[in-house]
């Protein structure tokens, strides 16, 4: 059975390289250990947790956004199933009114009567 993955928190994750930040900096018997090297390359990795956080928050936006849609359309599709199903006259109408609101409704020329 899979473990479910849990979120980071991004403002832990933000705090903690603050802290990191200001412990390198900060302490002068920690860039004496450290030597230069060291410290610039543990900075430089610390330097890439804002904008990991920064993606991540983006990236969840974007999921939730997706997850909406989607619940959109399923819902959209089951009520389309059950108008057919009771007789609707127009049962595609529920798949239609949620295309047209995203602006995904192809454009079909009409036909001649």
């Known amino acids: 059975m899979a473990t479910a993955i849990q979120p980071v928190n991004l403002q832990e994750a933000l705090t903690s390289y603050t802290n990191a930040m200001q ?24 330097t890439t947790i804002p904008t ?10 974007l999921q939730h956004l997706a997850r909406i849609d989607h619940a959109n359309l ?26 047209a609101a995203r602006g995904q409704l192809p454009t079909i020329p ?3 009567a």
């Open 74 to 99: 399923i819902a959209a599709a089951r009520a389309t199933i059950r108008a057919d199903h009771d007789g609707e006259p127009d049962p595609l109408w529920y798949l239609r009114d949620e295309l």
């Open 110 to 112: 009409r036909r001649r």
């Open 52 to 61: 990991l956080c920064r993606e991540t928050w983006h990236l969840r936006s």
């Open 23 to 46: 412990a390198i900096h900060g302490h002068l018997i920690v860039r004496l250990v450290f030597r230069a090297h060291a410290t610039a390359a543990i900075t430089t990795a610390l």
